[in-house]
């Protein structure tokens, strides 16, 4: 594969993704800004957010509820009132108690906001590069009732507050109040922490990375094990234990949500649009999507405004194509 074709696979899972988290709530992003605020209920938006990874620092602040953040595949829970730091690049996932209704706000910005352009910039090399890097260590969630808490409480509640008003210039209080937050970061930071990343969390990121750039091609168990640098019989049981499912469930489900994110923002033949992303064997694909979703890809279609896909989806059922998914995968019942 070509650096343009990397490219657009790249651009094309990060689209995705972003519709896998948000597609409930919208983006409501600022061009030129990367700095935004999602307001998240569990359950009642999605039941859970499942792992995943991106380049962003993130940010979850609950406000009501409890449950879990899991950073690393490491457990953590919270509570109303608790902040959680998200690294860049590090695995995480966030479910909720249950019985509990658990609100959040899940902030999310790019560091690149806060870099300067001056070679030797000492928030880069002191805070911004160890953030990005895995290197810069704090207790997590933030713990109440500190000088640490309350300076990073205050922060965030300053840039939620300018956010709300978006007045002229509000960038500029946002990053102000992003800054005071970084400073608490470093200032507070484990100075002797361990500062090796976890390598069962590299690892099974770099195979989430493969199947983010290509879900739409062939990827067996033993490719991904290969790639993580483990035996098929060790992956499965690394993957099945951070992942909470197999292999072969997790590319379905990515290859599903990439699905749908088609069926709503274009109007390719829903046959088309199956076979780009990896399923070749329409009934399975459509069974699959049915108990994903709870309707038929046309239905999916047809209720979010989008354009016909019934003669795809005949074109796909007369003339099946066995090959990728052409028999169910043992994902499948």
């Known amino acids: 594969m070509g650096e343009k074709d990397e490219r657009d696979a790249g651009e094309k899972s990060e689209r995705f993704e972003d519709y896998e988290h948000y597609r409930e709530r919208g983006l409501h992003e600022v061009p030129g800004f990367a700095y935004n605020t999602y307001l998240c209920t569990i359950p009642q938006d999605f039941d859970h957010v499942p792992t995943h990874w991106h380049d962003q620092m993130e940010i979850v602040y609950v406000k009501r509820g409890s449950g879990t953040v899991a950073i690393n595949f490491a457990r953590k829970p919270v509570h109303a009132g608790s902040i959680v730091p998200i690294l860049p690049g590090e695995m995480h996932s966030i479910e909720g108690d249950p019985g509990s209704r658990m609100e959040y706000e899940n902030i999310i910005f790019s560091l690149g906001i806060l870099d300067s352009q001056e070679p030797d910039d000492w928030c880069r090399s002191h805070v911004i590069e160890p953030l990005r890097q895995g290197k810069l260590a704090f207790e997590r969630p933030v713990p109440e009732g500190t000088e640490f808490y309350e300076r990073v409480r205050w922060a965030l509640d300053g840039a939620d507050a300018a956010c709300a008003v978006r007045a002229p210039g509000y960038s500029m209080v946002v990053k102000s109040r992003l800054f005071l937050l970084l400073d608490a970061l470093y200032t507070f930071r484990q100075k002797d922490a361990p500062q090796a990343p976890d390598p069962s969390a590299e690892r099974v990121r770099d195979v989430l990375r493969e199947v983010k750039q290509h879900y739409a091609e062939p990827l067996s168990v033993e490719d991904a094990a290969q790639l993580a640098g483990y035996s098929k019989a060790h992956f499965m049981r690394v993957f099945k234990r951070d992942m909470g499912q197999t292999f072969s469930q997790y590319l379905t489900e990515c290859r599903l949500t ?27 694909f459509n069974r699959r999507f049915r ?34 998914d052409g028999a169910p995968s043992p994902a499948a019942p």
């Open 291 to 324: 108990r994903r979703f709870g309707m038929t890809p046309t239905e999916f279609r047809h209720g979010r405004g989008g354009a016909d896909g019934d003669a795809g989806e005949k074109d796909a059922a007369a003339e099946p194509e066995p090959g990728r």
């Open 258 to 284: 990439a699905a749908a994110y088609h069926l709503e923002m274009t109007d390719e033949p829903v046959g088309a649009i199956a076979r780009s992303c990896g399923f070749d064997n329409f009934s399975y």
